[in-house]
């Protein structure tokens, strides 16, 4: 299990045009070019149709390798407009992982491990979107197109729409709005079911210090639940 490293407390207090400010903009940093990194701060809602950065809790975590071997010594560090937060290697993954509290939209990844070294690899990440259509607990016939829409400030990189038992694999653009089609949704047979719509936005960069391929993300998922329709013509 995954112990949490840090929790932060949102404050909402002003800042002063730091550089780990929403808004900010991305840095592919600098580092050796030895290592390899496949890394991602990925903020989940702690409830439905979370609109407040303090709804979320926010994973870490990181996949550095050196000559196609996993590194498990040196430092690993996330900061944010909240703190650092000092990641642990993890050998079942061989992840160097940790969480924190809030969403902090703007993450920094800073990895050193001997004379190799990653620095400064800033991603400034979604704003946080909430789903808008259908509402929450909405009853929906799945048998039909459903309209999804969710409001959101910027396009992320890249959207990904899950729902339900079905794979959360599609990836959509990030328009603002779109059409789930037929059947998209589980129903039953003989009874209502409540079914999940999630939604995750992605921003990411490659680091310019680590070896070609390497990525790290940043990720925000929003989520509602609705009542798919007993549909009688199912087998």
Not at 30 to 51: K, Y
Not at 106 to 111: G, K, R
Request: glycine share 12%; net charge negative; hydrophobic share 40%.
């Amino acid at each position: 299990m995954k112990a949490i490293l840090a929790s932060v407390l949102f404050t909402f207090a002003a800042c002063g045009g730091s550089n780990l400010d929403p808004g900010s903009g991305d840095s592919a940093g600098g580092g050796t070019q030895t290592l390899g990194v496949d890394g991602s701060a990925h903020a989940t809602p702690q409830v439905a149709s979370a609109a407040h950065p303090g709804d979320f809790d926010t994973d870490f975590s990181i996949h550095i390798t050196l000559n196609n071997a996993a590194v498990s010594t040196g430092t690993v560090t996330i900061k944010s407009a909240h703190g650092a937060v000092p990641l642990t290697f993890n050998p079942d993954g061989n992840r160097w992982e940790g969480t924190a509290g809030g969403y902090d939209e703007v993450y920094q990844l800073d990895v050193v491990s001997g004379t190799d070294k990653i620095s400064g690899v800033r991603v400034d990440g979604p704003d946080i979107h909430v789903i808008t259509a259908p509402a929450l607990g909405a009853s929906v016939d799945t048998t039909m197109p459903l309209t999804l829409t969710w409001s959101r400030d910027s396009a992320a990189d890249v959207a990904i729409l899950g729902g339900g038992d079905s794979f959360d694999g599609l990836t959509i653009d990030d328009a603002g709005t779109y059409s789930m089609a037929p059947n998209f949704l589980r129903a039953e047979r003989d009874v209502a079911r409540t079914d999940t719509i999630r939604l995750t936005r992605i921003n990411r960069i490659e680091p310019a210090g680590a070896i070609a391929g390497s990525n790290f993300q940043v990720s925000v998922t929003n989520s509602i639940d609705v009542v798919a329709l007993a549909n009688p013509a199912l087998p």
